[in-house]
């Protein structure tokens, strides 16, 4: 079956710096997602990609979809204490959606 | 709107209990979805739905069965509940048309199988 591999897996950044986690892909995918899950809670979409190139931002923000249709990355600036949590990727083909494993993010005051 | 809900919110079984997931949705989406989150792991998909009276199987479908009688309802059942089972389950809604396929989720449900 379809699969992602999320990296990193785990990240411990300083508030403030910058963050960057990425997803591979062996399928190509039409719409890439990234989510954010806190704990006890469900994912919630962050940015949603369509366009394979596309570069779209949402606040502090930024993920890409490859060229190739089969990696994207999400980049997060300045990072702050909230935005502790897992990210997850996502790509959907059809009528499937596929995640990746997740990168847990720890941001140290 | 309240989104995708998801009931109950936690759960525990004996093994070889049945119960039923309940999930419904007020956004009037044609696409729903199930999947499981083992600790440490990504959302596993289970079944899946693209309008009522249809549904397929996902990725670990075994265990489990659906049923989609109305477009706001994708109920989740385990027959014979088994220690592996054990997981916390979301239910997901999306309105897939151009482009826009952005999966809605519920707060999940945690089940414990003993």
């Known amino acids: 079956g379809q699969q992602l591999n999320q990296s990193p897996q785990s990240m411990f950044i300083q508030e403030g710096e910058d963050v960057s986690m990425n997803c591979t892909s062996s399928s190509i995918f039409n719409t890439w997602l990234w989510y954010k899950q806190d704990p006890g809670e469900g994912p919630v979409l962050l940015i949603a990609?369509?366009?394979?190139?596309e570069l779209t931002s949402n606040g502090r923000l930024t993920a890409q979809f490859g060229i190739t249709r089969k990696d994207s990355f999400l980049n997060i600036s300045a990072s702050i204490p909230s935005d502790v949590g897992i990210y997850f990727c996502a790509g959907q083909l059809s009528e499937k959606l596929v995640f990746g494993k997740g990168t847990k993010l720890t941001v140290n005051p | 709107n309240a989104g995708v809900t998801q009931t109950p919110k936690f759960r525990i079984l004996k093994i070889g209990q049945s119960m039923t997931l309940q999930c419904t949705q007020d956004m009037n989406h044609n696409y729903m979805y199930w999947y499981r989150q083992d600790p440490g792991m990504g959302l596993k998909l289970i079944y899946y739905?693209?309008?009522?009276?249809?549904?397929d199987k996902g990725e670990v479908p075994n265990g489990y069965n659906v049923s989609r009688s109305t477009t706001e309802d994708f109920p989740l059942r385990l027959e014979l509940a088994a220690p592996s089972q054990t997981s916390v389950y979301f239910c997901?809604?999306?309105?897939?048309?151009?482009?826009?396929?952005?999966?809605?989720f519920g707060q999940g449900t945690r089940l414990t199988v003993v």
């Open positions: 997901a809604s999306s309105r897939p048309g151009q482009g826009l396929t952005e999966a809605f």
């Open positions: 739905s693209v309008g009522a009276g249809i549904t």
């Open positions: 990609l369509y366009k394979a190139g």
